[in-house]
């Protein structure tokens, strides 16, 4: 399972630090929002709007430019003898999800995007040139272009603290451990753990989404623990990295335009007999 999240960081040398990332347990969200907080405030990030959305108590909406981490407010129907607690919410902190394969990398042609030490994607947004090549590439739809500033901006999992071996910001101020940060093979087996003590509790919806390599995206950096179906928080049941197949689509194109060229040229050979 580990295969698909070796990541090619020899260029750092001896700076090259093992993979890092986020697991997030929705089971123990409890919306409170201070990863938002935290990550604002920490990422100085602007202020993004408190318009009433009428999606529960979700004023954040989706992640964009302004908003790195969105705590999703998914409201259930549940089947109870009594109606007035025939309701439940399922709770999630979403995040970019620092793919294996990340077509987002691989489709910006500046080099604004790029793959740290750590086996994170950043931003650059001092090179991002905003021609928004990676909006459409993302497959979670995490990517967004600032209003009034055309570059695109992203969770950076806080990269200027993972120098400084410091944990990330959200994941410091999670009350309950929901968001936990650490080496990626640790988290994974944390993981493991934690569906297998969910089930046995009678929880048996409880599943883990991105946390191997048998995706579309070849795993990810930030996986999480759901107690539903992908699609109900809002998540991409199959994620598909859309530049994994550039090469083939490439090689494709060129022998067909070998072949036209090929036909072209016997025509005017045959012509001039």
Partial sequence: MSAGFELKTTSYGPE?????????DTSLC???????????????????????TAMSIDNTKTLDANSWRHVAFVEQRVEVDDPVQGLRWLMSSDVC???????????????A???????TVVVQEDVCNGCGYCVPACPFGVLDQRKGDGR???????????????????AKACPTQSIQFGELDELRAR??????????????????????????????GAFFLLLDDPEVYGLPPDPVDCSRDLGTAWRAAGAAAAAMLGAVAGAIVWGRR
């Avoid at 935290?38 to 009433?52: M, Q, R, S, V």
């Avoid at 394969?101 to 080099?111: F, K, M, R, S």
């Avoid at 995007?113 to 086996?119: D, K, N, Q, V």
């Avoid at 919806?205 to 991105?210: I, N």
């Fill in 30 to 52: 409890i919306g409170c929002k201070a990863c938002e907080v935290a990550c604002k405030t920490w990422n100085d990030i602007p202020e993004d709007g408190l318009d009433f």
């Fill in 16 to 24: 090259a630090h093992p993979r890092m990332g986020f697991f997030t």
């Fill in 152 to 170: 695109v901006w992203k969770c950076t999992l806080c990269y200027d603290r993972l120098k400084d071996d410091q944990t990330p910001a959200c």
């Fill in 191 to 220: 993981a493991g753990e934690r569906v297998t003590e969910l089930h046995e509790r009678g929880e048996t919806s409880a599943q883990l989404y991105l946390a191997d390599s048998d995706n579309g995206v070849g795993g990810a």
């Fill in 97 to 111: 999800k620092h793919c294996t394969h990340a077509a987002c990398l691989e489709v910006c042609p500046t080099g």
């Fill in 113 to 119: 995007l790029f793959r740290t030490e750590f086996g």
